[in-house]
Nanobody, 124 residues
Framework: QVQLVEPGGGLVQAGGSLRLSCVAS????????MGWFRQAPGKDREFVAR????????YYTDSVKGRFTISRGNAKNTMYLQMNSLKPDDTAVYYC?????????????????WGQGTQVTVSS
């Protein structure tokens, strides 16, 4: 089992920045991929970014490329999502997720472990 906790989130004005954290515990992290998803009201949960823990390879959805950065922290088992140039369309509940599967890992069905979610609101 993997437990994921997401402190952070909040309210920010358009054009501002926010950093989300995800602290993981449980199983070994040697072969894990961790990701961020988000879900706006009335919409499906969508992929935002992912990082392979051992290699550090990253991938982003097009709408956040150049604005968001996913990274592993110096503290073990901590992941971050640095969000810059935020837009009102980025408003959503953001979820941390983890997977031991292989493949593209771009959908919610590829991930088996989830955090509780944290609200991010971007005002115009």
């Amino acid at each position: 089992q993997v437990q994921l906790v997401e402190p952070g989130g909040g309210l920010v004005q358009a054009g501002g920045s926010l950093r989300l954290s995800c602290v993981a515990s449980g199983r070994t992290f040697n072969s894990i991929t961790m990701g961020w998803f988000r879900q706006a009201p009335g919409k499906d949960r969508e992929f935002v970014a992912r990082i392979s823990w051992s290699a550090g390879n990253t991938y982003y959805t097009d709408s956040v490329k150049g604005r968001f950065t996913i990274s592993r922290g110096n503290a073990k088992n901590t992941m971050y999502l640095q969000m810059n140039s935020l837009k009102p369309d980025d408003t959503a509940v953001y979820y941390c997720a983890a997977s031991y599967r292989f493949g593209r890992l771009y959908t919610r069905y590829d991930y088996d472990y989830w955090g509780q979610g944290t609200q991010v609101t971007v005002s115009s």
